[in-house]
């Protein structure tokens, strides 16, 4: 059994990582819509990659014969003109979602459950490679994205990201 708040806070993390592929469903969307199909396979890819987190969390409460209870995932409410508007709201977003770890991670640590402590560094490292990837992304359009050809080649290079799975087996 896992602790009632730690329970509760992994069930809310469930619904947001679902929200995230929402999200980025959202965003390869709107750069399909404007003819920028590596940006768009970016985001599909990253929209993989949150159901596999919401999986996760999903799993490891199976795991420990605790309730899933899963919610209504909430529509995507982010206004994108710009083409650089996704990815800033992506940096927003993933710094949210780093928050929300910490708190789970703060709740566990309050009750002394080691074992969800564990679980989550995978979580609280891959937190981190999601902001460096977007800081980054952000990075290239500002230097590449105003000219046709940088964007070109920047939408080239983003046609190249595969989807793995992840590297955290529960
Ligand atoms: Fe599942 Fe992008 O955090």
Redesign the pocket.
């Known amino acids: 059994m896992l602790d009632k708040k730690v329970t509760e806070l992994i069930n809310v993390q469930i619904n ?2 679902f929200y ?1 592929a929402y999200l980025y469903l959202n965003f390869a969307n709107f750069y399909k819509s404007k003819g920028l199909d590596g940006f768009s396979n970016w985001y599909m890819v ?1 929209a993989q ?2 159901k596999d ?2 999986m996760l969390y999903l799993k490891y409460l199976q795991n420990n014969n605790e309730e899933v209870i899963l919610d209504v995932v909430e529509k995507p409410a982010i206004s994108m003109e710009k083409l650089i508007d996704p990815l800033k709201a992506g940096l927003a ?2 710094e949210y ?1 780093t928050d929300l770890i910490n708190t789970i991670y703060d709740a566990a640590q309050n009750v002394k459950d080691f074992r969800t402590m564990q679980f989550l560094d995978w ?1 609280i490292k ?2 981190g490679e ?1 902001e460096t990837n977007s800081h980054e992304l952000i990075t290239k359009m500002e230097l590449f994205g105003t000219d046709p050809k940088g964007l070109y080649m920047l939408d080239n290079e983003l046609k190249g990201r595969v989807y793995t799975p992840p590297s955290l087996i529960i």
């Open positions: 947001k990582e995230s990253q990659e949150e987190h919401a977003h993933e979602v979580f891959e937190q999601e």
